[in-house]
C-alpha cells in the first residue's frame, strides 16, 4: 500500500509560482510512475504531468513550458513546479502513483491505482 501526501497549495496572484510537494510513504523512484492531477468545480479530473520509472516526462498541453515535475529520490518526494500562474490552473491537485504497465510516464488517470487527498491552489487574477 502507497500512501502520498501532498503539501504545498495555497492562493497566489496570477503570474506567481508555487511548488506542490507530494510525500510518498514508499521508495518510489524508478519503481512506480508518478504524476499530478487537477480537478476543479465541476470539472473532470484531468492529467498535468506526469514521470515514468525511464524519467520521461509528459505534460499537457495547457501546462507545458510552465510547470515541471521532478522527483527526489533520496527523500521518496514528487514535486511540480508551478510558474506564471494562471486563473485557470486554481484547482485541487492531487498526486497519484502507479506500478502495473508502468514504463514512461502517462495522463491517463485510470492506470493510478494509489492516490492522495490532494492540495488546494487558487489563482486570482
Known amino acids: 500500500q502507497v500512501q502520498l501526501v501532498e503539501s504545498g497549495g495555497g492562493s497566489v496572484q496570477a503570474g506567481r509560482s508555487l511548488r506542490l510537494s507530494c510525500a510518498a510513504s514508499?521508495?518510489?523512484?524508478?519503481?512506480?510512475?508518478m504524476g499530478w492531477f487537477r480537478q476543479a468545480p465541476g470539472k473532470e479530473r484531468e492529467g498535468v504531468a506526469a514521470?515514468?520509472?525511464?524519467?520521461?516526462?509528459t505534460y499537457a498541453s495547457s501546462v507545458k513550458g510552465r510547470f515541471t515535475i521532478s522527483q527526489d529520490n533520496a527523500n521518496d518526494t514528487l514535486y511540480l513546479q508551478m510558474n506564471s500562474l494562471k486563473p485557470e490552473d486554481g484547482a485541487m491537485y492531487y498526486c497519484?502513483?502507479?506500478?502495473?504497465?508502468?514504463?514512461?510516464?502517462?495522463?491517463?488517470?485510470?492506470?493510478?491505482?494509489?492516490w492522495g487527498q490532494g492540495t488546494q491552489v487558487t489563482v486570482s487574477s
Open positions: 497519484a502513483a502507479y506500478t502495473v504497465g508502468c514504463s514512461g510516464g502517462t495522463l491517463n488517470k485510470a492506470m493510478y491505482k494509489y
Open positions: 514508499v521508495y518510489t523512484y524508478r519503481r512506480y510512475c
Open positions: 514521470i515514468g520509472t525511464n524519467g520521461r516526462t
